[in-house]
């Protein structure tokens, strides 16, 4: 079933658990979460960066509206950092039932009205919306890109957003950066940050850059109020490692050769991540 993420969160503070955002950027990416949170039977969030809409396009949501309609479980197909207004429409005319307006780098008043306006659009559709408080750190590992030096988000400010907005959830930075963390290169969540920020908000809060961070930071951070947890280059590592280890030992050329094993690995990396946020056999909820 496809349904939006207000409806998709609703369940994630009175049960502790959290729904996975995979990004997927082709079929086999949009098999994979598909396939482990049916078999997980898990909600799940096939989310999609600008980049990535613009390399398969408007045409291929229609397979992807098609897959998660006929499915049990039930999934968002969510924007991923929207820059801009025109983002927000494509994704609304592509049938996305939810779209992040990320102002992130904008001036605090600049954020609020172009996410109050995004909001405006969206919500007249049914769409929910997702907007940013703080800024998220980079890697130099991910399309999603971020900052040098993280932003934390303000509490007070974040209450002030949810309420001037009228966002369904609100990204949050607390220490986490898109892609995976080089070595010596160490996450530093700040959780007295998040835990002020859920004290003041009743919305499901969401954190970007969940790949490569311990475990035990993540798992906490559910019991605190994140109810959508961003995972890239964990699945995609995976698929693309286990893409080089076939293509270096064989001369394979048909796609149907090649990438199950891929997919599977892509899988594995899902259900470890679903077992993490506590939303295995969540389905059941809906």
């Not at 994704?91 to 954020?111: H, K, R, W």
């Not at 980079?138 to 966002?167: C, H, I, L």
């Not at 969540?189 to 969401?206: E, F, N, W, Y």
């Not at 259900?271 to 056999?281: E, Q």
Request: negative net charge.
């Amino acid at each position: 079933m496809l349904v939006s993420m207000q409806e998709l969160l609703k369940y994630t503070r009175q049960h502790h658990f959290a729904v996975g955002a995979f990004n997927v950027a082709d079929s086999c990416f949009v098999r994979a979460v598909v396939e482990e949170a049916e078999a997980a039977n898990a909600p799940a969030i096939i989310s999609i960066h600008p980049s990535e809409h613009d390399f398969v396009g408007d045409a291929f949501f229609a397979y992807v509206r098609d897959i998660t309609l006929r499915s049990p479980v039930p999934f968002v197909i969510h924007l991923d950092h929207g820059a801009s207004i025109e983002h927000v429409q494509r994704a609304i005319q592509c049938g996305f039932t939810s779209v992040m307006i990320d102002g992130s780098l904008l001036p605090y008043e600049e954020n609020v009205a172009l996410t109050r306006e995004a909001v405006r659009l969206a919500h007249a559709v049914g769409v929910s919306v997702e907007g940013e408080l703080g800024t998220i750190g980079q890697t130099g590992t991910s399309v999603e890109g971020g900052v040098s030096k993280v932003t934390y988000t303000d509490p007070a400010q974040a209450e002030d957003f949810v309420n001037r907005t009228g966002v369904d959830t609100l990204a949050v930075a607390i220490g986490t950066a898109h892609g995976i963390y080089p070595k010596g290169m160490q996450p530093q969540l700040q959780m007295h940050i998040l835990k002020d920020i859920a004290g003041r908000t009743s919305i499901p809060l969401v954190l970007h850059g969940g790949s490569a961070n311990p475990d035990a930071e993540i798992a906490e951070s559910v019991t605190l109020g994140v109810g959508k947890v961003n995972i890239s280059s964990d699945m995609k590592y995976a698929y693309f490692q286990k893409v080089r280890e076939i293509l270096g030992k064989e001369t394979w050329w048909d796609p149907n050769v090649i990438y199950p094993e891929p997919i599977k690995a892509a899988r594995e990396v899902i259900r470890y991540k679903m077992k993490l946020f506590n939303s295995v056999d969540k389905a059941s909820l809906y």
